[in-house]
């Protein structure tokens, strides 16, 4: 199967990592020309040699976008998959040296999650906003679990060194998926990180696919017909369904119950 996707967003590349480690048959084109696109095709062809090749922007193809990738893992879903994808990618986050600064003011014995934050143009009607963050935290507050903030700035928490917002904008980590996910390899080594949670954004998947990390995604139910398929086959994704109009604001009553059910 021949795939191919603009880049470089992080997210749809562990997507594209999961999607060349099930299979030697399976490629992917990264459509670019500068080094994000470099950098997620060289994190490809880490994880499977040869599996993903530099395609410039405006060149034709014939490949199918990585959203199909779905597709393949539901097809697949009996060849326990969870295992094949964690055994390509987990030799690839053995050296820790060069995020132990960055990772390390994390460690904890307590009990964990990653809380995702998320303010973005693309799909904006699904941005976490303040009320529920709020909401989220109340919940963990309750149920004993720490949060580690990740994600984009959002209006009301912005990056500080007691959180990993932005982190990903910054050196070493701008347009290098495989330390990214290093980093939050080793908090997860280092500290019982028990699930991330998160309005559904394909940047929390990088520890589903590799790590198998329970991974709550919040979304709407009529907005996930490409994860059904995922889950279907990693069962470390898990939805949180939210009812909303135009854009989500905040967790009902029952959303929230439902919420700490999960997290309980």
Same mark, same amino acid.
């Given at each position: 199967?021949?795939?191919?996707?603009?880049?470089?967003?992080?997210?749809e590349?562990?997507? =594209?990592?999961?999607?060349?480690? #099930?299979?030697?048959?399976? +490629?992917?084109?990264?459509?670019?020309?500068?080094?994000?696109?470099?950098?997620?095709?060289?994190?490809?062809?880490?994880v499977?040699?040869?599996?993903?090749?530099?395609?410039?922007?405006?060149?034709? $193809?014939?490949?199918?976008?990585?959203? !199909?990738?779905?597709?393949?893992?539901?097809?697949?879903?009996?060849?326990?998959?969870? =295992?094949?994808?964690?055994?390509?990618?987990?030799?690839?986050?053995?050296?820790?040296?060069?995020?132990?600064?960055?990772?390390?003011?994390?460690f904890s014995?307590?009990? $964990?999650?990653?809380?995702? @934050? /998320?303010?973005?143009?693309?799909? $904006?009607?699904?941005?976490?906003?303040?009320? =529920?963050?709020?909401?989220?935290? &109340?919940?963990?507050q309750?149920?004993?679990?720490?949060?580690? #903030?990740?994600?984009? &700035? +959002?209006?009301? #928490?912005?990056?500080?060194?007691?959180?990993?917002?932005?982190f990903f904008? +910054?050196?070493?980590?701008?347009?290098?998926p495989?330390?990214?996910?290093?980093?939050?390899?080793?908090?997860?080594?280092? !500290?019982?990180?028990?699930?991330?949670?998160?309005?559904?954004?394909?940047?929390?998947?990088?520890? &589903?696919?590799a790590?198998?990390?329970t991974?709550?995604?919040? +979304?709407?139910?009529? @907005?996930?017909?490409?994860?059904?398929? #995922?889950?279907?086959?990693?069962? &470390?994704?898990?939805?949180?369904?939210?009812n909303?109009?135009?854009?989500?604001?905040?967790f009902?009553? /029952?959303?929230l119950?439902?919420?700490?059910?999960?997290?309980?």
């Amino acid at each position: 199967m021949h795939l191919f996707y603009g880049g470089p967003e992080f997210g749809e590349t562990y997507h =594209a990592a999961a999607f060349v480690a #099930v299979s030697d048959a399976n +490629t992917v084109e990264v459509h670019g020309n500068a080094k994000p696109w470099q950098s997620a095709c060289d994190f490809l062809n880490a994880v499977r040699a040869n599996s993903a090749s530099l395609v410039p922007n405006g060149n034709q $193809s014939t490949a199918e976008r990585i959203g !199909c990738s779905a597709d393949e893992f539901l097809r697949r879903r009996h060849e326990n998959l969870p =295992a094949i994808v964690a055994k390509a990618i987990s030799p690839l986050l053995a050296n820790v040296n060069v995020i132990r600064e960055t990772s390390r003011p994390f460690f904890s014995n307590r009990p $964990s999650c990653f809380l995702w @934050t /998320r303010h973005v143009k693309y799909k $904006s009607d699904r941005n976490l906003t303040g009320l =529920a963050f709020g909401q989220l935290l &109340a919940v963990l507050q309750e149920v004993g679990i720490r949060p580690i #903030v990740i994600g984009s &700035a +959002t209006p009301y #928490v912005s990056s500080t060194r007691r959180n990993l917002v932005d982190f990903f904008a +910054t050196p070493p980590f701008q347009h290098n998926p495989l330390l990214q996910l290093t980093m939050l390899n080793d908090i997860c080594d280092n !500290c019982p990180v028990r699930f991330s949670i998160g309005m559904k954004s394909a940047a929390m998947d990088g520890l &589903a696919f590799a790590r198998q990390l329970t991974t709550y995604y919040v +979304t709407h139910p009529r @907005t996930n017909g490409r994860m059904d398929k #995922v889950e279907r086959a990693f069962p &470390a994704f898990r939805k949180l369904l939210v009812n909303y109009n135009r854009k989500f604001m905040q967790f009902s009553v /029952r959303e929230l119950e439902t919420v700490f059910d999960a997290l309980s």
